[in-house]
């Protein structure tokens, strides 16, 4: 059974740091691109992040250009996004998503990814 955890949410201060995970069960995320996204009550998911297959482009959308950070870890077969410098904005629920399909150009919408997590979430407090 094909299966995607986040991990790594949890109560953070302004300024802090923070490190969510994506790991899959059932296949490797080494082959997929996966995409990050935010959702808070009463507004609609929206992405924080991605990362290709293959060459592992990244994108990051202008609001979290200079504190969000995705990568790769091949071995673990995990995908991490790092947040610096947190700010009360950036609380919300965080999925992680794969597809095998989507490029850079793609990856900033949540349609058509093949498959999401269940979230974890970031609470943002001082």
């Known amino acids: 059974q094909v299966q995607l955890v986040e991990s790594g949410g949890g109560l953070v201060q302004p300024g802090g740091s923070l490190r969510l995970s994506c790991t899959a069960s059932?296949?490797?995320?080494?082959?997929?691109?996966v995409g990050w996204f935010r959702q808070v009550p009463g507004k609609e998911r929206e992405v924080v992040s991605c990362?290709?297959?293959?060459?592992?482009?990244?994108y990051y959308p202008e609001s979290v250009k200079d504190r969000f950070g995705i990568f790769r870890d091949g071995a673990r077969k995990t995908v991490y996004l790092e947040i610096d410098n947190v700010r009360f904005e950036d609380q919300g629920m965080y999925y992680c998503?794969?597809?095998?399909?989507?490029?850079?150009?793609?990856?900033?919408?949540?349609?058509?990814?093949?498959?999401w997590g269940q979230g974890t979430q970031v609470t943002v407090s001082s």
């Open positions: 998503a794969s597809s095998d399909k989507h490029t850079l150009q793609d990856c900033r919408w949540p349609a058509g990814w093949s498959d």
């Open positions: 059932g296949f490797s995320l080494n082959d997929y691109t």
């Open positions: 990362i290709t297959s293959g060459v592992d482009l990244t």
